[in-house]
């Protein structure tokens, strides 16, 4: 069965990195993409970034330039460089393998909490 399992988030300062890691089973991870969302309190899931199968990446613009997303399809995990990291950056961020070759269902991970203190 897919499972996705994110790990990294934590307590950050204003201007600080975290790295996210979304480790993936289940799938053949290299053919798919993979997205990153992220909620905060209050507020509903957003798009943050999405890498393809291609490599080719999308980002939100609330975090293009500081965000990137990247792949190692050896270790069938996703992740998610945020430097420059703002107080507004705080939620809830989660994988999701989305709904793509004949897979009409999306997959989540349990999410992992990033919380940029100011």
């Known amino acids: 069965q897919v499972q996705l399992v994110e790990s990294g988030g934590g307590l950050v300062q204003a201007g600080g990195s975290l790295r996210l890691s979304c480790a993936a089973s289940?799938?053949?991870?290299?053919?798919?993409?993979m997205d990153w969302y992220r909620q905060a309190p209050g507020k509903q899931r957003e798009l943050v970034a999405t890498?393809?199968?291609?490599?080719?990446?999308n980002y939100a613009d609330s975090v293009k330039g500081r965000f990137t997303i990247s792949r190692d399809n050896a270790k069938n995990t996703v992740y998610l460089q945020m430097n420059s990291l703002k107080p507004e950056d705080t939620a809830v961020y989660y994988c999701?393998?989305?709904?793509?070759?004949?897979?009409?269902?999306?997959?989540w991970g349990q999410g992992t909490q990033v919380t940029v203190s100011s």
């Open positions: 999701k393998k989305p709904r793509q070759l004949g897979v009409y269902t999306d997959y």
């Open positions: 289940g799938f053949t991870f290299s053919i798919n993409a």
């Open positions: 890498i393809r199968s291609s490599g080719s990446t």
